[in-house]
């Protein structure tokens, strides 16, 4: 997804001069950092923090819902000092506890007998924080307790562009609840032990502790939440997969596996339409939303854990499917949305993105390998059969607008002039580029999208001919001709440019027909969807087992021997999970499980990294010189894609494929991974075991 655009400021200080020779603050303008911040989520609500629990450190700080910041910042004082943090233990994505000292109400020898609790709990309408204070000496304590609440009403569009916070909003006092409004967001705080008072920039919460010897006491205070117009809500049903245990000689993808499950249920919504079917949103903070293409691949991760999210994501995204031909909001018939958001996006001066966005290439097809495989695992035959007309629109703007120049590819240009340049995956405006570094011009026919098309209209085919519908040898037939095309058109063959790894597909064409010429992880794509041949899937895994693409700690997006390689740069050198999940798929269904294996190593090293909360991505630098994944410092976490790539490197460790669902578990191709098993794995109405 696309980030903040580059301001194009002095990276190295905070302070440059504008064009009128002006000495002027550039960090006022900039995107916030996440890497060392702390998140507490359960969807639409998510409060950042400092690892203390306090807020206002730090520009992402405060609790948002819907899109919208209520609170900006939070202080703490007991005994009018504040506590001397010892912990902070996430229990699970929606709660954490954080462990202090209060040395000052505490004699002075070397055992702390006087602690504070925070236990900081958020679900769908809002947050709770406990204090509990301990007192293990033999007389009683007493102390004031203060805490400040900054309100706000600032949008998360506002936040990432790194603008200063709106006014405070206009607070009204009712007995022990605050309340007010934003952004269409009404907010409100209460708390039945602490007083409510009013202050310049909010309100505190103001009371006295009174400890007994050897005892305890605990205040809360409640923010709840609700907004008027949000296109998505929170969804607290049961998640619609199973949890199984898993058993592994590596313990890192066994804790990445229940990380990542937890992650994902807390990033569970549905719209504000039909609240009964639920998707994935794409990430916290930046992409609290639906997203077409990043909510059908975490539901494709996740099919061996069951059909349910596969389901109702088809539903969703069927309920939006494009009916008309609408430039603004690239929508046409057939087409599936790109993102879903409550109101207009700005994203810089050049683009502005309408509430419900139809600008991504890639989304249309993927949704039909999406319903193809759910079929394949078990979805119900009257579930695929009530999705087979948004099949059929969906295989149609393939053929039609997905092409606009009749060449029997896919390609994408944006026609609004305000919306994306760039509409795969690798959305940000440097993301298709010659080896030179110089920029591709549009339209764009982008390989690895040729690969989900022929990949569509096969499944496809499969589907309208085991349900009776016409058409299913149209399509074979057009999957023969866009691959022909594809090899006829795409495959970069000179030696110069090749070298020993020998030749490979161009990330994409440019408006001439050019194959633009970078070696890109865009390949590991091609793997699996049976546009490749045996002989030139061991091409591709050849050049992504290279040092070149492989990090060590995953798959570069680009290659290191490209000019416009950069190891921070958002698509341009950087590792995204699910890029490298993806390709570790396709390597293991092609049989090469020792570059599987060796990309898989990488996921689970930087999973330790990162504590098993993958990001959204995080630096292409090598395993050899440094010790640690580096972190993209703005990157999602939790992102949804990189949480159900855990069950994606499951699925390769053990060989699933959709075979299971019928009863035929196929032994390991990634013997790299060492012994892997699963115990309570829910395939349609069965429960099994594998390798136990």
């Given at each position: 997804?696309?980030?903040?655009?580059?301001?194009?400021?002095?990276?190295?200080?905070?302070?440059?001069?504008?064009?009128?020779?002006?000495?002027?603050?550039?960090?006022?303008?900039?995107?916030?950092?996440?890497?060392?911040?702390?998140?507490?989520?359960?969807a639409p609500t998510q409060a950042?923090?400092?690892?203390?629990?306090?807020?206002?450190?730090?520009?992402?700080?405060?609790?948002?819902?819907?899109?919208?910041?209520?609170?900006?910042?939070?202080?703490?004082?007991?005994?009018?000092?504040?506590?001397?943090?010892?912990?902070?233990?996430?229990?699970?994505?929606?709660?954490?506890?954080?462990?202090?000292?209060?040395?000052?109400?505490?004699?002075?020898?070397?055992?702390?007998?006087?602690?504070?609790?925070?236990?900081?709990?958020?679900?769908?309408?809002?947050?709770?924080?406990?204090?509990?204070?301990?007192?293990?000496?033999?007389?009683?304590?007493?102390?004031?307790?203060?805490?400040?609440?900054?309100?706000?009403?600032?949008?998360?569009?506002?936040?990432?562009?790194?603008?200063?916070?709106?006014?405070?909003?206009?607070?009204?006092?009712?007995?022990?609840?605050?309340?007010?409004?934003?952004?269409?967001?009404?907010?409100?705080?209460?708390?039945?032990?602490?007083?409510?008072?009013?202050?310049?920039?909010?309100?505190?919460?103001?009371?006295?502790?009174?400890?007994?010897?050897?005892?305890?006491?605990?205040?809360?205070?409640?923010?709840?939440?609700?907004?008027?117009?949000?296109?998505?809500?929170?969804?607290?049903?049961?998640?619609?997969?199973?949890?199984?245990?898993?058993?592994?000689?590596?313990?890192?993808?066994?804790?990445?596996?229940?990380?990542?499950?937890?992650?994902?249920?807390?990033?569970?919504?549905?719209?504000?339409?039909?609240?009964?079917?639920?998707?994935?949103?794409?990430?916290?903070?930046?992409?609290?939303?639906?997203?077409?293409?990043?909510?059908?691949?975490?539901?494709?991760?996740?099919?061996?854990?069951?059909?349910?999210?596969?389901?109702?994501?088809?539903?969703?995204?069927?309920?939006?499917?494009?009916?008309?031909?609408?430039?603004?909001?690239?929508?046409?018939?057939?087409?599936?949305?790109?993102?879903?958001?409550?109101?207009?996006?700005?994203?810089?001066?050049?683009?502005?993105?309408?509430?419900?966005?139809?600008?991504?290439?890639?989304?249309?097809?993927?949704?039909?390998?999406?319903?193809?495989?759910?079929?394949?695992?078990?979805?119900?035959?009257?579930?695929?059969?009530?999705?087979?007309?948004?099949?059929?629109?969906?295989l149609g703007w393939m053929r039609?607008?997905?092409?606009?120049?009749?060449?029997?590819?896919?390609?994408?240009?944006?026609?609004?002039?305000?919306?994306?340049?760039?509409?795969?995956?690798?959305?940000s405006g440097d993301s298709v580029?010659?080896?030179?570094?110089?920029?591709?011009?549009?339209?764009?026919?982008?390989?690895?999208?040729?690969?989900?098309?022929?990949?569509?209209?096969?499944?496809?085919?499969?589907?309208?001919?085991?349900?009776?519908?016409?058409?299913?040898?149209?399509?074979?037939?057009?999957?023969?001709?866009?691959?022909?095309?594809?090899?006829?058109?795409?495959?970069?063959?000179?030696?110069?440019?090749?070298?020993?790894?020998?030749?490979?597909?161009?990330?994409?064409?440019?408006?001439?027909?050019?194959?633009?010429?970078?070696?890109?992880?865009?390949?590991?794509?091609?793997?699996?969807?049976?546009?490749?041949?045996?002989?030139?899937?061991?091409?591709?895994?050849?050049?992504?087992?290279?040092?070149?693409?492989?990090?060590?700690?995953?798959?570069?997006?680009?290659?290191?021997?490209?000019?416009?390689?950069?190891?921070?740069?958002?698509?341009?050198?950087?590792?995204?999970?699910?890029?490298?999940?993806?390709?570790?798929?396709?390597?293991?269904?092609?049989?090469?499980?020792?570059?599987?294996?060796?990309?898989?190593?990488?996921?689970?090293?930087?999973?330790?990294?990162?504590?098993?909360?993958?990001?959204?991505?995080?630096?292409?630098?090598?395993?050899?010189?440094?010790?640690?994944?580096?972190?993209?410092?703005?990157?999602?976490?939790?992102?949804?894609?990189?949480?159900?790539?855990?069950?994606?490197?499951?699925?390769?460790?053990?060989?699933?494929?959709?075979?299971?669902?019928?009863?035929?578990?196929?032994?390991?191709?990634?013997?790299?991974?060492?012994?892997?098993?699963?115990?309570?794995?829910?395939?349609?109405?069965?429960?099994?075991?594998?390798?136990?």
């Amino acid at each position: 997804m696309l980030p903040t655009s580059d301001t194009g400021v002095n990276p190295s200080g905070v302070e440059t001069l504008d064009q009128a020779g002006r000495l002027t603050d550039v960090t006022a303008s900039l995107q916030p950092l996440l890497n060392d911040e702390l998140v507490v989520l359960r969807a639409p609500t998510q409060a950042w923090s400092s690892s203390t629990g306090a807020m206002g450190s730090a520009r992402i700080h405060g609790v948002y819902v819907s899109d919208v910041r209520v609170i900006r910042a939070l202080r703490i004082r007991i005994g009018d000092q504040d506590a001397e943090h010892l912990s902070t233990g996430i229990r699970s994505a929606d709660t954490v506890s954080v462990e202090s000292l209060l040395r000052h109400l505490d004699d002075r020898t070397p055992d702390p007998e006087v602690r504070l609790t925070l236990d900081r709990v958020v679900d769908a309408r809002g947050l709770r924080d406990t204090l509990t204070v301990r007192n293990r000496h033999e007389f009683a304590l007493s102390a004031p307790i203060v805490i400040e609440l900054d309100l706000d009403a600032t949008s998360m569009e506002s936040v990432k562009l790194g603008h200063e916070p709106e006014d405070a909003p206009t607070v009204s006092l009712d007995g022990e609840t605050a309340r007010w409004t934003g952004h269409s967001v009404s907010a409100s705080v209460t708390s039945a032990e602490l007083r409510v008072e009013s202050t310049p920039t909010g309100i505190r919460l103001v009371g006295e502790l009174s400890i007994a010897a050897a005892s305890s006491i605990s205040v809360s205070w409640r923010l709840e939440a609700d907004d008027a117009i949000g296109a998505v809500r929170g969804d607290e049903r049961p998640a619609p997969w199973s949890r199984p245990e898993v058993l592994a000689g590596d313990q890192r993808l066994s804790r990445w596996v229940d990380r990542a499950l937890d992650d994902l249920d807390a990033l569970r919504m549905t719209t504000a339409q039909h609240p009964d079917q639920t998707f994935l949103a794409a990430g916290a903070p930046w992409f609290f939303t639906l997203f077409g293409r990043d909510s059908i691949w975490a539901a494709r991760m996740m099919l061996p854990l069951g059909t349910g999210l596969a389901g109702s994501t088809l539903r969703v995204l069927a309920g939006l499917q494009g009916t008309q031909q609408q430039p603004a909001s690239a929508e046409e018939p057939g087409k599936i949305m790109h993102e879903l958001r409550r109101e207009a996006l700005v994203i810089d001066d050049d683009i502005t993105l309408p509430p419900l966005y139809y600008g991504t290439v890639d989304a249309t097809p993927l949704f039909v390998c999406l319903l193809h495989d759910a079929w394949k695992w078990g979805l119900p035959d009257d579930e695929v059969r009530a999705l087979l007309p948004s099949l059929e629109a969906a295989l149609g703007w393939m053929r039609d607008d997905g092409d606009a120049d009749g060449d029997g590819l896919l390609e994408y240009i944006d026609r609004s002039g305000h919306g994306l340049a760039n509409q795969g995956w690798k959305d940000s405006g440097d993301s298709v580029q010659w080896r030179d570094g110089s920029l591709a011009e549009g339209p764009i026919a982008l390989c690895e999208v040729q690969a989900y098309a022929y990949e569509a209209a096969m499944g496809g085919a499969a589907l309208l001919e085991a349900f009776g519908r016409p058409g299913a040898e149209e399509w074979r037939a057009w999957a023969a001709r866009l691959r022909a095309s594809f090899h006829q058109k795409f495959w970069i063959t000179d030696a110069e440019r090749c070298g020993e790894l020998g030749p490979y597909p161009a990330i994409a064409l440019d408006a001439h027909k050019r194959p633009v010429d970078t070696v890109t992880s865009n390949l590991g794509h091609l793997l699996g969807t049976g546009l490749l041949d045996a002989e030139q899937a061991a091409l591709m895994a050849a050049r992504l087992g290279s040092p070149e693409l492989d990090s060590g700690y995953g798959l570069r997006t680009m290659s290191t021997d490209s000019a416009g390689y950069w190891p921070l740069s958002y698509h341009g050198g950087s590792v995204w999970t699910h890029d490298t999940a993806i390709a570790v798929l396709g390597l293991a269904r092609e049989g090469h499980g020792e570059v599987a294996s060796s990309l898989a190593r990488g996921l689970l090293r930087a999973a330790e990294g990162f504590d098993y909360r993958m990001p959204e991505l995080h630096s292409g630098d090598p395993v050899d010189e440094v010790a640690r994944p580096v972190p993209y410092p703005a990157a999602c976490r939790p992102q949804a894609w990189s949480a159900a790539s855990s069950v994606a490197v499951l699925t390769a460790a053990l060989g699933l494929t959709p075979d299971a669902a019928a009863g035929t578990v196929h032994s390991s191709p990634l013997a790299g991974l060492g012994s892997v098993a699963v115990r309570g794995l829910r395939l349609g109405s069965r429960t099994i075991d594998i390798g136990v």
